[in-house]
């Protein structure tokens, strides 16, 4: 089988929900990976990161709450590196691990991904990614007052702050990246979809009070990086149209045509399955002969030899 340079996109599945959960699911997910490169693919990994993040959000609201006059909220955007950095640290720790028990030599290294957003996206008019903990009406009410945040009314549970969710431009740190990979290295990179910037005076890089979505900015970074291959790994082992009703089809191929038909008919939910299919179809067009395959992570193998999974392609 011809060697390809392959972006692969964790899904949360693949990190569990809290550190226990994540030095497990981080295990099965080395070895799904090592499969990969044993077969002499260069591998880019990226991944998501929503119950990390949230966690170190919790974490700092009730540092904040503990004695405010000495803490302040921490940015959203320095919770996302605290979240690449932690994540990272285990995916090259047990991939590193698990490629030398196979007596494979290389190295694997994490990069501190920005991605850089453009601050007149729509989405910055109308934020409504839910993030961080639970607030009280009068603790809403003072961050509104005091830092601006926009807040929700959450089904009665309290108030949480609401965040944009804009489309990555583009990656700071490819050229970094990139020379990593020229030079043999398994790159870990663009985690949580990356932390969102956008450049103010000069060649300053401010933080943005918003979440890229990981599928997008796991596409952009396959484009950016002349990727022949992008897996996005999800929860099923196939996209289906009709999902969970008696006439559930499971779709072993797309071209990008008949995925926009399935997307205008509403066949994909807007939180899970819908950014994956819209970042498989971007990446598919992107360029000749560009694969986006959708499958389950311990089907990524499988999904690569045309076993399984969904692929989308021209």
């Not at 990139?178 to 949580?192: E, F, I, K």
């Not at 979440?211 to 099923?236: C, G, P």
């Not at 009709?242 to 008949?258: G, I, V, Y």
Request: with cysteine.
């Amino acid at each position: 089988m011809k060697q390809k340079k392959i972006v692969v996109a964790l899904g949360g599945n693949a990190l569990g929900k809290n550190l226990p959960e994540q030095m497990v699911a981080v295990k099965f997910t080395a070895k799904a990976i090592a499969d990969l490169i044993e077969e002499g693919h260069e591998v880019v990994i990226s991944h998501g990161n929503g119950p990390q993040v949230g966690m170190i959000q919790e974490a700092m609201t009730q540092l904040t709450r503990s004695n405010p006059e000495k803490y302040i909220p921490c940015p959203l955007s320095v919770c996302t590196a605290m979240s690449q950095g932690y994540i990272g640290y285990d995916l090259q720790n047990l991939l590193r691990e698990e490629l030398l028990d196979r007596g494979i030599q290389q190295d694997v290294t994490t990069c501190l991904t920005q991605v850089e957003v453009d601050p007149n996206d729509p989405a910055f008019a109308n934020p409504t990614k839910p993030i961080g903990a639970f607030l009280t009406k009068e603790e809403a009410d003072k961050l509104v007052a005091e830092r601006g945040y926009d807040v929700v009314e959450d089904a009665g549970r309290g108030y949480r702050r609401v965040v944009a969710s804009p489309k990555p431009v583009s990656i700071v740190e490819i050229s970094t990246i990139r020379a990593l990979v020229d030079t043999g290295h398994v790159v870990v990179a663009a985690g949580g979809g990356g932390i969102p910037v956008f450049k103010t005076e000069g060649h300053h890089l401010k933080g943005a009070a918003a979440v890229v979505d990981k599928d997008f900015a796991s596409e952009l970074l396959a484009e950016q990086l002349d990727a022949d291959l992008l897996i996005i790994l999800t929860a099923v082992e196939k996209v289906a149209i009709n999902f969970n009703k008696p006439d559930q089809k499971w779709l072993s191929e797309l071209t990008p045509a008949e995925a926009r038909k399935y997307m205008e008919e509403g066949q994909f939910a807007k939180g899970s399955m819908l950014p994956k299919v819209e970042a498989a179809v971007k990446f598919a067009e992107s360029k000749p002969g560009r694969t986006a395959l959708i499958t389950l992570l311990e089907k990524a193998r499988d999904g690569i030899h045309g076993k399984t999974g969904t692929t989308i392609h021209q």
